[in-house]
């Protein structure tokens, strides 16, 4: 991916007032390491003159085509509808755009049941599936490799041979960052997960107690029938959106973040967060891990955030802890704005049947604003105990009443908002201009 990003913007854009502005491109890998060092000198070493720098992160599943496509889709949007409106700036408003490349891809199940062919299916499932299941091995200790393709190619898994696949997927999986220190998940976590996926799913907190019980297992449990003949995939589903969750972090607490943190302390200008699904988790990771706060952050806008519903939480539920993101609030100057909706089938039906951890608890089919889960997401559901405020998304020129900083706002999306990945829209550029300008 490297060398696909120059050495400098990636693209030179126009305002709706014809004037140039840079948008640069800087990518990093999965341990947040940037794999485009040149590019982020460049963009750090030429930020004079800058009145607004908006800094935007893509979520789950986007290649390098997906992500950049959804970037213009965006920032054309919003520049048209500008002009369109005559949506006024400040006379010395220039901008500059960054936006964040992460390796966020395994499988696309968040719009789709179908998952990789581990036994049998077409071509494409069968070699999407040998990928990831080689991509995971390879992960595993020499004694472990083995066993683990054995078990991922089976057509169906005994009730032992599910516990032992779950053990071999929950030792890759590392504890949640969000802020605070927890362990990493086991076995139990990933069964539950792989149950609630079964048809037809069980009640949620059946599922969530039969994990939890000490010394409880699934089989003991009374879940014999469903992991009886357990689809393999049913345990790599889960284990994979843990794993991308997870990532998302990482790149923000141990990339993103010592980036944000070099363009709040170089330049004067207004920064402005946005991201989409996990690419929320990338930006509010980066600010949760701000080694300092030399200034604020003017806006953070949120769409579909694939993160828990209690992430602002003052009191999560069950844990007693503070939602992991609660401590950014103080961090920007303007209330944080979170869409949601309820045609979202990503994060109202799928969601938190995955991420069922305790760790995905406060970030960690009802109508949106009404979770059937504690594991539920703020983007299908809303802030939930954070004292939030829940506004209607407005028709672009209808004024918003955000209130003052501090504070989490859920922007009920449903009526504009048709799924997880319908982010640039006209509803959508309103709002993001009018977080960004204070209207």
């Given at each position: 991916m490297p060398s696909m990003v120059p050495?400098?913007?990636?693209?030179?854009?126009?305002?709706?007032?014809?004037?140039?502005?840079?948008?640069?491109?800087?990518?990093?890998?999965?341990q947040g390491r940037c794999e485009g060092p040149a590019t982020r000198r460049h963009l750090l070493d030429n930020l004079a003159g800058f009145s607004d720098i908006f800094l935007f992160s893509h979520g789950w599943n986007n290649d390098w085509a997906a992500a950049t496509a959804r970037y213009e889709s965006f920032i054309d949007g919003y520049t048209a509808q500008r002009t369109a409106l005559g949506l006024a700036v400040p006379a010395d408003y220039r901008p500059l755009l960054v936006g964040v490349f992460w390796p966020s891809q395994t499988m696309a199940w968040f719009d789709s049941e179908t998952g990789p062919g581990f036994a049998g299916t077409g071509?494409?499932?069968?070699?999407?599936?040998?990928?990831?299941?080689?991509?995971?091995?390879?992960?595993?200790?020499?004694?472990?490799?083995q066993r683990f393709l054995e078990l991922v190619q089976a057509e169906a898994l005994s009730p032992a041979q599910a516990r032992d696949l779950a053990a071999l997927l929950a030792s890759l999986a590392r504890g949640d960052d969000e802020g605070v220190s927890r362990d990493g998940p086991d076995a139990d976590d990933l069964l539950a997960a792989a149950a609630a996926?079964?048809?037809?799913?069980?009640?949620?907190?059946?599922?969530?107690?039969?994990?939890?019980a000490p010394g409880s297992t699934p089989a003991a449990a009374g879940l014999g029938d469903i992991l009886g003949k357990l689809d393999p995939r049913n345990l790599i589903k889960p284990f994979t959106v843990w794993q991308m969750k997870d990532r998302a972090g990482v790149v923000g607490s141990r990339g993103v973040s010592a980036l944000l943190h070099e363009l709040l302390?170089?330049?004067?200008?207004?920064?402005?967060?946005?991201?989409?699904?996990?690419?929320?988790?990338?930006?509010?990771?980066?600010?949760?891990a701000l080694p300092s706060l030399p200034r604020k952050i003017h806006s953070a806008l949120l769409l579909q955030p694939a993160i828990s519903q209690y992430?602002?939480?003052?009191?999560?539920?069950?844990?007693?802890?503070?939602?992991?993101?609660?401590?950014?609030?103080?961090?920007i100057?303007?209330?944080?704005?979170?869409?949601?909706?309820?045609?979202?089938?990503?994060?109202?039906?799928?969601?938190?049947?995955?991420?069922?951890?305790?760790?995905?608890?406060?970030?960690?089919?009802?109508?949106?604003?009404?979770?059937p889960?504690?594991?539920?997401?703020?983007?299908?559901?809303?802030?939930?105990?954070?004292?939030?405020?829940?506004?209607?998304?407005?028709?672009?020129?209808?004024?918003?009443?955000?209130?003052?900083?501090?504070?989490?706002?859920?922007?009920?999306?449903?009526?504009?908002?048709?799924?997880?990945?319908?982010?640039?829209?006209?509803?959508?550029?309103?709002?993001?201009?009018?977080?960004a300008s204070g209207r």
């Open positions: 050495v400098g913007p990636f693209k030179t854009r126009k305002t709706a007032e014809g004037l140039p502005f840079p948008y640069y491109i800087i990518p990093f890998d999965k071509p494409e499932d069968v070699e999407s599936g040998r990928q990831l299941a080689a991509d995971i091995a390879s992960s595993l200790p020499d004694d472990e490799h996926l079964a048809p037809p799913p069980p009640d949620f907190d059946d599922v969530d107690a039969m994990a939890s302390q170089r330049s004067p200008a207004r920064i402005h967060l946005l991201g989409h699904s996990f690419g929320c988790k990338v930006v509010m990771s980066a600010t949760a992430a602002f939480a003052a009191v999560v539920p069950e844990s007693g802890l503070p939602g992991g993101y609660l401590k950014n609030l103080a961090c100057e303007r209330p944080v704005a979170a869409t949601f909706s309820a045609h979202d089938a990503a994060l109202t039906k799928t969601f938190h049947l995955a991420l069922r951890r305790k760790s995905d608890l406060g970030e960690q089919p009802e109508a949106a604003g009404s979770s889960s504690k594991y539920g997401a703020l983007g299908g559901f809303g802030p939930q105990d954070s004292a939030a405020t829940i506004v209607e998304i407005k028709e672009p020129g209808e004024a918003y009443a955000l209130g003052a900083g501090n504070a989490i706002v859920g922007i009920r999306g449903t009526r504009r908002i048709s799924g997880h990945g319908d982010i640039s829209t006209p509803a959508t550029w309103w709002l993001a201009y009018s977080l």
